[in-house]
C-alpha cells in the first residue's frame, strides 16, 4: 500500500485571495454575511454550549438555549453595532453570550421568536461524549471557551481532513495515522504501522508528514477565518493561543 502527495491547492494558499468570515459577517449589506455566520456558528457552538453548562443547565436546555442565541445574533441584527476595528470574531461571541444570558427579558423573546427554528445543528448528546462539561464548573469561563473553542476547531479540522482522505487505501493510512497528527511518536511507532498498514517504515513517515501539513494548513486557515483582516502577527498571536489552550 502506498501513499501520494495531494495536488489540489492548500487551504492557507487559497484562504489569502479570500475575504475572511468574521470580515463577510461585518459587512452587513454583504449577500454572502449570513453564510459566513452560518459557518463561524457551526463551528463555535461547542463552547458556547460549555458555558451555557457551566451555568447548571441540563443538556438540552443547553442547546436550547445556544441554538436560542445565534438566532438572538441574527434577528437582534446584534452584528450591526460591532466595531469594525480588528477583533476576533470568539471575543465577540463572549461578550454576546454573557449580555444574552443576563437578559432574561431577551432570552424569553428568543425562544418565542425561535420557536422550532433550527439555525445550526447542535447534538448535545454527541458533545457531551466527547467533551463532557461539569454543571455549574467553577474553572473560569474564559478559559473553559478558549480551550473548547480550541478543541472545536481541532474536531473540525479533523473531519476535514479526514474527509479528504476517506477513499480507497488512504482512508485506511488516515484511520491508523489520525492519533498521530498532533502527538509525537514512540520508539517502534513507524514500525508498528507499516506492518499493518503493509507499508515500508520510509513510506508511513511520509504519508505523516503529509498528513501534519494538510493539518497545519487546515488549522491556520481556520483561525484565520475568525479575524478582521489579520496582520501576521495577530495571526501568530492567535494560533499560539490556540495551542495553549489545548495545553491546558
Not at 438540552?60 to 445574533?73: M, T
Amino acid at each position: 500500500m502506498t501513499s501520494s502527495a495531494s495536488t489540489k491547492p492548500s487551504p492557507s494558499t487559497e484562504a489569502r485571495f479570500e475575504a475572511t468570515r468574521w470580515t463577510l459577517v461585518l459587512q452587513a449589506k454583504s449577500p454572502d454575511a449570513r453564510d459566513a455566520l452560518n459557518q463561524l456558528c457551526r463551528i463555535y457552538w461547542p463552547p458556547i454550549y460549555a458555558l451555557i453548562r457551566r451555568q447548571g443547565f441540563s443538556p438540552v436546555d443547553a442547546a436550547d438555549l445556544a441554538q436560542d442565541f445565534f438566532v438572538h445574533l441574527l434577528e437582534h441584527e446584534a452584528l450591526g453595532g460591532v466595531a469594525r476595528e480588528k477583533g476576533k470574531f470568539r471575543s465577540f461571541l463572549q461578550k454576546s453570550l454573557a449580555n444574552f444570558l443576563n437578559n432574561q427579558r431577551d432570552r424569553a423573546n428568543a425562544r418565542k421568536r425561535g420557536g422550532n427554528r433550527t439555525l445550526i445543528s447542535i447534538d448535545a448528546e454527541i458533545e457531551e461524549g466527547r467533551h463532557p462539561v461539569e454543571p455549574a464548573d467553577t474553572s473560569d469561563p474564559a478559559r473553559l471557551f478558549d480551550r473548547r473553542w480550541a478543541l472545536a476547531v481541532i474536531d473540525e479540522v479533523t473531519a476535514k481532513l479526514k474527509q479528504r482522505n476517506s477513499e480507497g487505501e488512504r482512508g485506511a493510512v488516515f484511520a491508523e495515522l489520525q492519533p498521530y497528527l498532533t502527538g509525537d511518536t514512540t520508539e517502534g511507532t513507524y514500525a508498528a504501522l507499516a506492518a499493518r498498514l503493509n507499508m515500508t517504515d520510509g513510506a508511513v513517515k511520509v504519508a505523516l508528514h503529509r498528513l501534519r501539513r494538510e493539518f497545519g494548513e487546515l488549522v491556520r486557515s481556520e483561525v484565520r477565518h475568525t479575524l478582521v483582516e489579520p496582520t501576521d502577527q495577530d495571526f501568530k498571536d492567535e494560533i499560539r493561543h490556540l495551542f495553549a489552550a489545548l495545553a491546558e
